[in-house]
Nanobody
Framework: QVQLVESGGGLVQPGGSLRLSCAAS????????IAWFRQAPGKEREGVSC????????YYSDSVKGRFTISRDNAKNTVYLQMNSLKPEDTAAYYC?????????????????????WGQGTQVTVSS
């Protein structure tokens, strides 16, 4: 079955960087769209970034555009979220999600589309 395991979260000072990983198993990564979401306490879940199947098109929320980069390594079955210039408002639990993406449409509709498979999340805290 589809399994997603996030890692790489932690405590970082403002302006610092972290790289989150989403290790996938049970499916062919290249056939799926993978997205990163985050949720801070008391706030709604926010779609952060998405990468399409096959062509690897990427999408970012306005709040992270220019600071975060999503990428995939199909050989390692892993998707990464490189986060630079981190701000205190980036503090949240970060989740990766996956869904089949046969026509590369999932990320076009991101974040207003449902992803079926989710990881357990990794905490990112940005604080001095």
């Amino acid at each position: 079955q589809v399994q997603l395991v996030e890692s790489g979260g932690g405590l970082v000072q403002p302006g610092g960087s972290l790289r989150l990983s989403c290790a996938a198993s049970g499916f062919t990564l290249d056939d799926y769209a993978i997205a990163w979401f985050r949720q801070a306490p008391g706030k709604e879940r926010e779609g952060v970034s998405c990468i399409s199947s096959s062509d690897g098109s990427t999408y970012y929320s306005d709040s992270v555009k220019g600071r975060f980069t999503i990428s995939r390594d199909n050989a390692k079955n892993t998707v990464y979220l490189q986060m630079n210039s981190l701000k205190p408002e980036d503090t949240a639990a970060y989740y990766c999600a996956a869904d089949p993406d046969p026509i590369q449409a999932m990320c076009v509709m991101f974040p207003d589309i449902t992803f079926d498979s989710w990881g357990q999340g990794t905490q990112v805290t940005v604080s001095s």
